[in-house]
C-alpha cells in the first residue's frame, strides 16, 4: 500500500528556492569572484535603479567632516582602512588648529602623529599630511588644485581619493571606488569588473548622466548600510524588485520600501 505523503511535507516540497539559497562570499578587491562580462541590466533598468537612489535621498552627502578643499583632502587620506567615523573623531580638533598646509606644516610630523594616533596606520599618514601640504605650498600656492594628475602626484594621494576630492569639493561626476562599489559593481552586477578600475570605467559606461554627480554616495551609502559585505539586507533595499544579484534574499512580496520608492517616482512622474 501506498503511505500518502503527509500535506506538510508536500508543501515544504513545493517551496521555492528560498531554504536553498547559500550565501557566497561577497565579490572583493582581494577576491573578485567570477566576474561578469558586462552588466546585468538595461538602460532602463539602470536609469529605474539610479532613480530609485534618487528617490530615497536626492542629495546624498559624504560623511567625512571638512571645512575646505585642503581638509577635505586630508581627511581622505585619512580614511584609507579607517572608519570616517574615527577619521571625523581625530580630525576634529586637527583641522582646528590646523585648516591650511602652512599651517599644518609649522604643527610638524611628530604633533599631526599624536593628533590622529588613533587611526590605523598613524605614523605614515602623518607623514604623507605634512609632505603632500609641503607640497600644495610648493607647487600649487597652497592651493588644492582641481586635476587629477596634479592631485595623484601628491603623497599619499591615489586614484580614489583624487576621485573623491574632485567630486565631493570640485563638483566632477566621477566615480571613486572603494571597497563598498567595488562589492556592489559585482554583487548586482551592474558594473563588473576585476580591479577598482574596471568597476570605475564600468560605473562611467553605464551610470546615467543625471545621476553621475551623486552615483558614487548613493553606492557607497547602500553599500555601508543595507548591501552589507557579510549579509545584505535585502529587506531594507530601494531596488530590491530591480536587483539581480544572486545573493539577494528571496521574500514571498516586494519590501515595503522599495514599493513606497516606487509610487513615489511613478506619483512625481504622473504630476
Ligand atoms: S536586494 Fe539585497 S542584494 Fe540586491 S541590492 Fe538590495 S540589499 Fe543588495
Not at 594621494?157 to 556592489?184: C, E, Q, S, W, Y
Not at 530590491?240 to 528571496?250: A, F, G, I, P, V
Request: glycine content about 6%.
Amino acid at each position: 500500500m501506498t503511505q500518502a505523503k503527509s500535506p506538510s511535507k508536500t508543501a515544504a516540497a513545493r517551496r521555492p528556492a528560498k531554504s536553498k539559497q547559500t550565501r557566497r562570499k561577497a565579490p572583493s578587491v582581494d577576491n573578485p569572484g567570477k566576474v561578469l562580462k558586462r552588466s546585468r541590466y538595461t538602460k532602463a533598468e539602470t536609469f529605474a535603479i539610479f532613480q530609485r537612489f534618487h528617490a530615497d535621498n536626492p542629495e546624498p552627502k559624504g560623511e567625512l567632516d571638512y571645512v575646505n578643499a585642503f581638509t577635505l583632502l586630508v581627511a581622505v587620506v585619512l580614511s584609507a582602512q579607517a572608519t570616517d567615523v574615527g577619521v571625523n573623531r581625530a580630525t576634529r580638533h586637527l583641522f582646528q588648529i590646523a585648516d591650511t598646509p602652512e599651517k599644518m606644516v609649522a604643527l610638524g610630523e611628530d604633533r599631526v602623529r599624536e593628533e590622529i594616533k588613533t587611526i590605523g596606520l598613524y605614523k605614515n599618514k602623518a607623514k604623507n599630511v605634512i609632505l603632500l601640504s609641503e607640497q600644495l605650498i610648493r607647487d600649487h600656492g597652497g592651493e588644492v588644485p582641481e586635476d587629477r594628475e596634479a592631485l595623484e602626484a601628491l603623497p599619499g594621494v591615489g586614484r580614489k581619493t583624487a576621485n573623491v576630492v574632485l567630486n565631493i569639493f570640485f563638483g566632477h561626476p566621477t566615480i571613486a571606488v572603494d571597497t563598498h562599489l567595488f562589492r556592489l559593481g559585482n554583487r548586482i552586477g551592474i558594473a563588473p569588473g576585476k580591479t577598482p578600475l574596471d568597476v570605475e570605467k564600468a560605473m562611467e559606461k553605464v551610470v546615467p548622466v543625471e545621476f553621475a554627480l551623486h552615483a558614487h554616495h548613493w553606492l557607497i551609502l547602500h553599500g555601508r548600510y543595507i548591501c552589507k559585505a557579510r549579509k545584505p539586507e535585502c529587506r531594507r533595499c530601494v531596488i530590491y524588485d530591480l536587483c539581480r544579484s544572486t545573493e539577494k534574499e528571496l521574500f514571498d512580496a516586494v519590501p515595503d520600501i522599495a514599493l513606497r520608492t516606487k509610487a513615489l517616482i511613478e506619483k512625481e512622474t504622473v504630476a
